[in-house]
């Protein structure tokens, strides 16, 4: 019996750092798919070749996998799901020397604690509002910031509303408000 050394016969080469940094990722990125893909293929080699109570135990624990992802991206959804815009749809009055907007209520939900803040200076605090049921906003009931009223002939520009579970812009529907009340009648 002979010893065999395990010593190197010529010192390990340094790995190539010319060239441009495009070229080395893409030879470090295919080299690290190609021993993943041999990897996978000697994972599948080994995988056809055991027995078939072996396949059954890992195709119970992949659907146990499976059925607990899927669980899980049904109990939670994320906040895709969450449009914040409270089912509220918006009325604008008609009379343009006494301005007031009506906000109805139009989820299955009820609207506790609502603040409504109009041209982000004024608001306007209700304590709820039912489904279904609405709240009509005039400048007589909005409070400036330093408690002050807002003036009579306010033009309502931009509307926004937060309960204490959600919150809504409603300044896009206040805007298709003012242009169906200001466009030209036929």
């Known amino acids: 019996m002979r010893a065999v050394s395990a010593a190197r016969a ?14 080395r990722v893409a ?9 993943a893909f041999s990897i996978l293929k000697e ?14 135990k890992a195709g119970i624990v992949a659907a146990w996998v499976a ?8 109990a939670c959804p994320g906040s895709a799901l969450d449009t914040g815009d409270m ?10 020397d006494r301005p007031s907007v009506t906000i109805w209520n139009e989820s299955k939900d009820v609207w506790r604690d609502v603040i409504i803040t109009v ?6 605090v209700v304590a709820e509002v039912q489904p279904g049921n609405f709240v009509t906003i ?29 919150n ?14 200001l466009a030209p009648k036929q």
């Open 27 to 35: 030879a470090e990125t295919s080299n690290v798919l190609l021993n």
């Open 138 to 166: 005039t400048p007589k009931q909005l409070l400036g910031k330093n408690g002050g009223s807002a003036p009579a002939d306010l033009r309502f520009q931009a509307l926004t509303m937060k309960s204490s579970d959600d």
């Open 87 to 96: 089912d509220a749809r918006l009325v604008l009055s008609d009379k343009l």
């Open 43 to 56: 994972q599948l080699a080994d995988f056809r070749a055991s027995d078939r109570f072996f396949k059954y």
């Open 119 to 124: 041209n982000n200076e004024y608001k306007a």
């Open 67 to 74: 059925l607990s992802v899927a669980s899980f991206a049904i």
């Open 10 to 23: 010529a010192p390990l080469e340094k790995p190539k750092t010319e060239g441009p940094l495009g070229k």
């Open 168 to 181: 809504a812009d409603l300044t896009p529907s206040l805007q298709e408000e003012w242009k169906r009340l």
